[in-house]
């Protein structure tokens, strides 16, 4: 029955054997035999993953959801946003969070570019000259970016996994400082909002 492409659904209800038992003959007497692809038939061809790939590599589509749009129209059928997110994962290809940068204008790099080429030839003596200046924001509870932790598999919640929060932030601190090359200079609090003026 094995030989004749019977399913082992099929000889069970014949033979009145166990799917297990027939399984281990399976196995033992006929392991050359191809098993029979089990599970919902995929949604995605490699085609298609091949074509949402190329949107996220040309920049057209930047995660799941994006491509979820252009893919719709091509396989004619809802498509979820788990479907398309594991079939890239299985590519090679990972979701990360988005670096945050200043938003730099076409003005803004042609100031930069104007600034390296009017200080080119500076020598040693005159960088000695400049006072490096910046200010940062100081959290009373950690930092305002993603926290990350590790844990074991289907474990539930516990305090390890929790970030504690407090209404309006729990406060924080402005401060400014600058650095010249004979050393470092005070470090000052700023009260208010940081302004040129300021």
């Known amino acids: 029955m094995l030989d ?9 209800s014949a033979t009145g054997l166990y799917l297990s038992t027939i399984s281990r003959i399976c196995s033992k007497e006929r392991s050359e035999l191809q098993k029979a692809a089990r599970g919902y038939p995929s949604k995605l061809s490699s085609a298609n993953i091949c074509h949402a790939i190329h949107l996220i590599s040309s920049e057209k589509a930047e995660n799941a959801v ?37 938003l730099l204008s076409v ?36 930092s305002d970016g993603h926290k990350w932790v590790w844990k074991k598999a289907r474990k539930g919640l516990s305090d390890r996994l929790v970030e504690g929060t407090i209404k309006f932030g729990g406060g924080s601190l402005m401060m400014c400082g600058c650095m010249t090359w004979q050393g470092i200079g005070y470090a000052a609090k700023i009260d208010g909002r940081m302004d040129g003026d300021l």
């Open 66 to 102: 994006q491509a979820i749009k252009a893919l719709t129209n091509i396989v004619n059928q809802p498509l979820s946003t788990s479907t398309v997110h594991r079939h890239l994962k299985k590519t090679g290809i990972k979701a990360v969070v988005k670096s945050k940068c200043p």
């Open 107 to 142: 003005k803004h790099h042609k100031a930069c570019l104007d600034f390296a080429y009017a200080h080119k030839d500076w020598t040693l003596e005159d960088w000695k000259k400049v006072v490096w200046f910046d200010e940062t924001k100081i959290n009373c509870l950690g």
């Open 4 to 12: 004749a492409g019977q399913s082992a659904n099929s000889i069970a």
